[in-house]
Antibody, heavy 118, light 110 residues
Framework: EVQLVESGGGFVQPGGSLRLSCAASGFTFTNYWMHWFRQAPGKGLVWVSRIKGDGSATNYADSVKGRFTISRDNTKNTLYLQMNSLRAEDSAVYYC???????????WGQGTLVTVSS | QSVLTQPPSMSAAPGQKVTISCSGS????????VSWYQHLPGTVPKLVIY???KRPSGIPDRFSGSKSGTSATLVITGLQTGDEADYYC???????????FGGGTKLTVL
């Protein structure tokens, strides 16, 4: 059974950092692109970033480029999102998801809440 | 502000059909496949259409998708109260090298 479990969310002040993790199981992790999405309270779904199965390619939304870094450890079947210089507008539930094709994703984690506030 | 444009809300009666539109540009919808997600409150988003018109396993054929030029459409027939949710279209933007989504359409089944 495919499972994705996020962790690492929490409360942080503006300008601070957090690292989100997504532990994957039930599939061959290295064979899949993986994505991060987010949804702010009362707002729509937003694509954040993706990383190729071997980690050799990454893409970012303009809103996080230069501040967030996606990475993966295929020996641990874990996806990461390092978030630096956090802003209030980064407050959201962050989801990791397994790629099916382009931005189509077939499995999602339950999400982890990030709150950026002073 | 979302890159793709969707109507904020739509409503229809049970048993009826609804058509949700998604408008983009030559750099996104016009150049890539479109996906659609259903998001019910308290749950994670669920893929209902990918590659413009393909249904994942388990999605009923009441859900269908299409694309023409820089626009895409999700059609839901035989509406059920369980279809009441937010629906999002998404695709890749070749110019931005990034995924882009619409702002979502809140579907009410009254």
């Amino acid at each position: 059974e495919v499972q994705l479990v996020e962790s690492g969310g929490g409360f942080v002040q503006p300008g601070g950092s957090l690292r989100l993790s997504c532990a994957a199981s039930g599939f061959t992790f290295t064979n899949y692109w993986m994505h991060w999405f987010r949804q702010a309270p009362g707002k729509g779904l937003v694509w954040v970033s993706r990383i190729k199965g071997d980690g050799s390619a990454t893409n970012y939304a303009d809103s996080v480029k230069g501040r967030f870094t996606i990475s993966r450890d295929n020996t641990k079947n874990t996806l990461y999102l390092q978030m630096n210089s956090l802003r209030a507008e980064d407050s959201a539930v962050y989801y990791c998801a397994r790629d099916l094709h382009i931005v189509a994703t077939d499995y999602w984690g339950q999400g982890t809440l990030v709150t950026v506030s002073s | 502000q979302s890159v793709l444009t969707q109507p904020p809300s739509m409503s229809a009666a049970p048993g009826q059909k609804v058509t949700i539109s998604c408008s983009g540009s030559t750099s996104d919808i016009g150049d890539n496949y479109v996906s659609w997600y259903q998001h019910l409150p308290g749950t994670v988003p669920k893929l209902v259409i990918y590659d413009n018109d393909k249904r994942p396993s388990g999605i009923p054929d009441r859900f269908s998708g299409s694309k023409s030029g820089t626009s895409a459409t999700l059609v839901i027939t035989g509406l059920q109260t369980g279809d009441e949710a937010d629906y999002y279209c998404g695709t890749w933007n070749s110019r931005l090298s990034a995924g882009v989504f619409g702002g979502g359409t809140k579907l009410t089944v009254l």
